[in-house]
Every structure is written in C-alpha cells, then in structure tokens.
C-alpha cells in the first residue's frame, strides 16, 4: 500500500514537472515558429554568470601559480645563503687552524733546538702523535661536512656526511641533470652565491687562485665583436643632406663607450649604421667586424640593441619578459638550468629582485617605476648574453642613484668582453669617469673627439678649452658646440671637427677646408650665396623620391638574408612557438575582463537582434541574419584587431633580434582559434532562442563559425598593415557596405559581380539555405521565387562555407606576408 502511494505521488511530481517545462515553449496561434524566449533568459543568466566567475578566478589561478614558484625560489636562495654562510665558517676555522699549527709548529722546533734528553724528546714525541690523532678524529665529522659542500656545492641533500671526493668538477652537478624548479633554482642561487664569494675574494687572489680561474673550463666566453669605422658618411638620398660624415674610429671588447652631442648630431643615426639598420641613405665608407668587412647583421643572434623606448610588455611581470627573451634567443643547446642563472644573474645585478614578480603595467593600468621599467627594457637584452650591446640613452629619465646602478651592471657585462656603445645624455661627473672610451659628435655627423675618456680634458686643453670647475666636461664641450658658449681663443664649434681631423692625420674634406679659411677671414657669408635654391616643385618632388627611397630600403632590409657568423643555433621554430603561445596565454588571461565584456556584448546583440528581427516565412528569416552577418562581423572584427594592433613594437625589436615571426603569429592565430569557436556559440545562445529559426542549431553554427573565421583573418590585414584608428574604421566600415552591396534587390553591371566576390553574400546564401532546407513540397516550392530573386540554390551550402573558409585562410597568408615586409621598420 505504501509503495503504491509512492509510485502515484512520483507520477504526479513528474506530470507537474515536465507541464512546468513545457510551459517554458508556446505556440501562439497563426504563427508558425514556437517561442522560446524564457529559454533564451535562462541562458543569458547562465552564461554572464559563467563569465563571471571566469573573470574573478582566471588572475588568481596566474597569482597562486606565480606565489609557488616565489616560495620554491625563497626556499633555494635561503638554502644557497646557508650553505654559502657555513662554507665561509669553515674558511675561517680553516684558516685559523692554519695560523695554530704554524705557532705550534715554531714552540716544537724552538722546544727540540734545545739539547733534551732521548727519554723527554720520546714522550713529547708521543704526546704530539697521539694530539694530532685526537684532532683528527674529532675534526672528521666537520671535515667531511665541509668537503662535501666544497665538492658538491649545490646538492640537493644538504650537509651529506659520506662525500669527501675532491675531484669537484666530475662530482658537482651540471644543468642537465637538474629537472625540478627546486633544484634548478638551488643550482642557479648557489652559483650565484659563489660569484659573490669570488668577487670578495677577488682583490686578495694569490697567484694559484688567478691560475685556477683563468683554466676553469666551466667558465662559458662569449664571442668577441671588434667593430672599426673608417670615413662612415651617411648621405639622405635625394636629398643629398649628410646626416653622418667622415666618422673614424673603433668600438673595441670589454669596453663601455659613451655617445653624446648636441641634439641633431646623428648620435642614434650612428648606432643604426653599426647595426645595419639605416636605411633611406648612401652609406660611404667601410665598416669592419673583426677586421672583416661583413655585415653585422651575420652576428645579430649575439647583437643586443636597447632602444630608446621602453618596448616591454606591461600585461607580463618583469621575470616573465625576462625568461622569455631567454628562452627564445639564448642558445637551444643550453641547459634549462644554466638559463634561469642567467635570468637570476641579470635580475640581482640591475636590482629587480623587489619587483620580479610585478606586472610592468602599462598606461591604463599602474605597475613598476620608470626606472625600474628602463632597467628591465636594459635587462631584455642582457639576458641573451650579447657579444655587442647597442644602447640608445638607456638613462633618460633615471636618477643619478639607478644610472650608475645600470652602468655598473654594464660594466660587469663588458668584464666578460662584451663591447658595449650607448648614447647618453648629461651624465654626473663620477658617471662619466666610469666609461672606457668618448665619442663627441657635432651637428652634421662630425666627429669632435673619439678616444678614451681620461684623456679628453687633455686633448681639449691642448687646443685652449679648459673646463671650468663644478662643471662636467660633456656637458662644457655640448654647450661649445651648440653655440651657448664660445671658447676664450677665438675659436669657433665649427673649427673643432677639423681640428680632430687635423688631429689624427685624417683627410679632411675639400669643402671643409674652404669653410675653415672662411672662418679665418670673417667672410662666412659667402656659404650662404652656394645654397643652391628649389622651387615648390623640386622641393617636392626630392620628398617623394626620398620616402620612396625609404620605403625600398625597407623592404630589402626585411627581406636581406645574411650567412650566420655567430655560432648560436637559436631554438627551433616549433619551439618558439610554444614559448609564444604560454606568453600570449598569459596576456589573454590577464585580461579576461576585456575577453568578457566581448561575450557580453555578443550575448545582448544575440538577445536584442533576435527579439527584433521576426522570422518570416516568406523571406527564410533573411532580415535577422542580414543583422547577424553585420553584427557577428562587425564586433569580432573589432576585437581581433587587438590581437596585432597594440604590441607592434614589440614584434619589431622582437623580430630584429631575430625571433621566429612565424612563430609570433601562429600563436596569435591560435589563441584567436579559441574565440572563433566560443563567440558563435555566445552569440547563437541568444539568438537562437529568441528569434526560433526553422532551421537547426547546429547548421546555424557551422555558419557562423566559418563566418568568424572569414573576418578575422581580414581584420588580421587591417590591424598589421594600418595606424590602429584606420583600422577600426575599415573594421566597422567594410561589414556594413558589403552587407548592404550583398543584398541589393536590383544588382546590375559592377555591383552585380561585387556583391557575389564579398563574404557576406556567402554566409546569407548558407543560412537562408539552411533554413529553407526545413520546408518540404509545397511549402517550399511557392518559396522558389524568393531563392532565385536573391540568387540562392539549394546545393550552394557547402560551397558558400567553402568560400567563407577559403577566404579566412588566404587572408591569413596575406597578413602573414605584409607582417614579415612592412612591419619590421
């Protein structure tokens, strides 16, 4: 009986639940499509709420990954000061001992100089033996200890009391060996620890100590670059305008030389020259690498060039920007552990341990200080161990306190032979003893002085410029040349540049020559009587010539392919591409508010379109997928713009240093891959139950989904090839003509042949197609006439998804081509 009253009440709950369901459908009389929108509300909950939690969860997911791995390092760097710290107790007990058995040693041979009895000398024998074995027998545990850490300094097992090989370097373990973070950060903060011991150590190294370091074969040497200039001139073509000229010098390793002249003086024009970068001139003159005349551009895989901005990704913290130009540009045969000492070496030497796990932030969004973000622009590039490093005024902006810490961390760069040039601007004058070598230029490109820095005031003097006190000399010699000051002989800036040639024996050019005895007589103005003069025209045309000109050497410079002379074979293109895609999973996560408020917007597009646009079965519902076409169009178009758009000049210095761009933009595409299978879903959920199509679910989203394919690889074209404004315009713009062109009633002539090339053609043909595919006999044979008016058949529904396909994909391999031609500048 009880079980029968069980069974009536579960009918009951289940007649009352499935009536509450289907009320959630209905059928108003003399329509034809259910209605479906308290399903479609349901979803529109569903979904934000998803987004919701998406958004809040996907930083801190970033923020517990990023708090293990600051643990596992805290725990090695504690582990590496520790062992450090006891091995520095046992060279002082060590050392102790030393200093004992020596005053122990001169009481036994003062003791046995005296004549003693063979009786008393027998018993002190004796006693000494059996000291000594006592001693060592309670020094064998400390011993031991201690042996282990000198052998095995970076164990994994702390204090291990059975190792006591000496043989150090088959014993301690190399990078290969180390798999987890833990041991790879104990290595890398106990190799640090020992650079600071030896640096200690360094000033009272005995002679064994100098043999032993220079033959340490654990030691890595970089390759050295030598660069020497001889009578550099860089002309503006058609212009004939010099921007450089007669420059003569050398850059030599393990040296830091310093830059600096006047505004207009071609200080960065002269670093582009030694990379190889300037284009729009003619270069005369030799360039020497190594005593060779080669390009450069064969040693860029061991080329560092900092620029001027701080091109560094403001969505990653300092460590992730360092690790992954160290991953990308550090050679692949290094072990992953010899890596992160490199990244921990750079990070310790520019003062970045507080802030390495700190977005760098960007202009919206607040992160680390300006010097701190020039630091790390300086540190993007250390980090690739460069043999030549290139710096254009690494210290605007920085106090005097963070440029010597930058240029000391340089200097220790330029110990281990690198040669490194930058431009700076007004340094102290205890900065700017700190450098090897100066380079004054004047305006023109002239060279005023190029040589080592303690000798500069005294060439100066020499020619009767004498720096007055609480001056710096560069800052004296700027101000001669920019004409604020004029020197107390009589002498004029535009002498100096012949005086250095003069100088040094170098030839000096003709027309130089006559400006000088110009000068000397006072008659300088006949110089402005041999400027030759251009009408509107020339002058024009001279504009066009030279940004043509420009352009051309723009192109052949991205396309120049040059034999690699650096002995670095870089990761692989698969490889890179792993790297990039973890860096740009990274960025995507962080900004999953930008990513949510996308689907939002799909989400109340799809709810209100489909509201609006009722299907109508004369039409096949054309008028609500005329709107989704131009709706998914437009707003997807938008967003993958992002995707090029805002990190431009870091694909240029990226790609320079020679990074894979293949690498760059697979990954970008991939990532997008996940937004064109989500987005038509979004936008579908919403409108799919709002406007009850005929058709199914799943052909409206195979359209759709080809669709977005199709706009994202021309907004791709947009976003590589124009200004970032010009490109949204073209993204708004470009969905609404075609569309309006794809639907015109009366097509004739031109129009006609356009609105059957254009993609939105495509998809309306696939989804009327689809939804006409649900009629049958004579529904759909009194319907013909609107599928031929609009030119639509009915086996045209794979080829227009073919076409929608086939567009995405070409269109992709037009951005890839004008990524690789126009973009690196």
Known sequence: MLHGCFAINSI?????????????????????????????????????????????????????????????????????????????????????????????????????????????????????????????????????????????PHGHDGFHMKIGDKNIKKNAPKGKQLHTHSQIFKYAYGQLEKEKAMEEDHSNMTFSGVISMATDT????????????????????????????????????????????????????????????????????????????????????????????????????????????????????????????????????????????????????????????????????????PSLLILDEPTTGLDSSSSQLLLKALRREALEGVNICMVIHQPSYAMFKMFDDFILLAKGGLTVYHGPTKK???????????????????????????????????????????????????????????????????????KTQMVEEHSFAGELWQDVRCHVELHKDQVHLNFLQSKDLSNRRNPSILRQYRYYLGRVTKQRLREARLQAADLLILLLAGACLGTLAKVDDETFGSTGYTYTVIAVSLLCMISALRSFSLDKLHYMRESASGISSLAYFLSKDTLDLFNTILKPLVYLSMFYFFNSPRSTFEDNYVVLLCLVYCVTGLAYIFAIYLEPSSAQLCSVLVPVVLTLVATQEEQTGLVKYLGRLCFPKWAMEAFIIANAERYSGVWLLTRCASLRQSNYALSHWSLSLSLLILTGVISRFVAYFLLITFQKK
């Not at 100089?113 to 000291?131: F, H, I, L």
């Not at 920019?482 to 020197?487: H, L, N, R, T, V």
């Not at 800036?493 to 040094?504: A, G, T």
């Open 12 to 152: 009951i709950f289940f007649f009352f639940f499935f009536a509450a369901c289907f009320k959630l459908t209905s059928c108003p009389p003399n329509t034809a499509n259910q209605n479906l929108h308290a399903y479609g509300i349901i979803l529109i909950v569903i979904l934000t709420t998803s987004l919701l939690i998406i958004v809040n969860c996907s930083d801190q997911a970033l923020s517990t990954r990023e708090r293990r791995a600051a643990k596992r390092r805290e725990d090695a760097a504690k582990h590496a000061r520790e062992t450090a710290q006891a091995r520095h107790r046992w060279k002082a007990a060590q050392d102790l001992s030393k200093i004992r058995q020596i005053g122990l040693q001169e009481q036994i041979s003062r003791t046995f100089s005296r004549k003693k009895s063979s009786k008393q000398g027998g018993a002190m024998e004796s006693m000494d033996k059996s000291q000594t074995s006592n001693d060592k027998k309670d020094s064998k545990d400390l011993t031991n200890m201690v042996r282990s850490i000198d052998d095995d």
């Open 218 to 385: 654990d030691v890595r040497s970089r390759p050295v670059i030598e660069v020497a200039f001889k009578d550099l001139t860089l002309t503006l073509k058609g212009k004939k305008k010099h921007l450089l000229r007669c420059v003569t010098g050398k850059l030599m390793p393990g040296r830091v030389s310093a830059v600096m002249g006047p505004s207009g003086a071609g200080k960065t024009t002269f670093l582009s020259a030694l990379l190889g970068k300037a284009t729009g001139c003619t270069r005369t003159g030799s360039i020497l690498i190594n005593g060779k005349n080669e390009s450069i551009l064969c040693y860029k895989k061991i080329v560092g060039f900092v620029p001027q901005d701080d091109t560094v990704h403001g969505n990653l913290t300092v460590e992730e920007n360092l690790r992954f130009n160290a991953r990308c540009r550090l050679s692949a045969d290094m072990p992953k552990a010899d890596k992160v000492l490199v990244i921990e070496r750079v990070i310790e030497s520019l003062g970045l341990q507080a802030v390495r796990d700190s977005l760098v932030g960007t202009v919206e969004k607040r992160g680390i200080s300006g010097g701190q973000r020039k630091r790390v622009n300086v540190g993007i590039e250390m980090v690739m161990e």
């Open 456 to 526: 500069v005031e005294e060439y100066f003097s020499g020619i009767g410029i004498v720096v007055p006190d609480r001056v710096t000399p560069p800052d004296h010699y700027i101000d001669i040349l920019e004409g604020i000051i004029k020197p107390s002989n009589n002498m004029t800036h535009e002498e100096l540049p012949v005086r250095w040639m003069l100088h040094n024996g170098y030839t000096v050019p003709p027309d130089m020559l006559e400006l000088c005895d110009q000068i000397a007589k006072g008659s300088s103005d006949e």
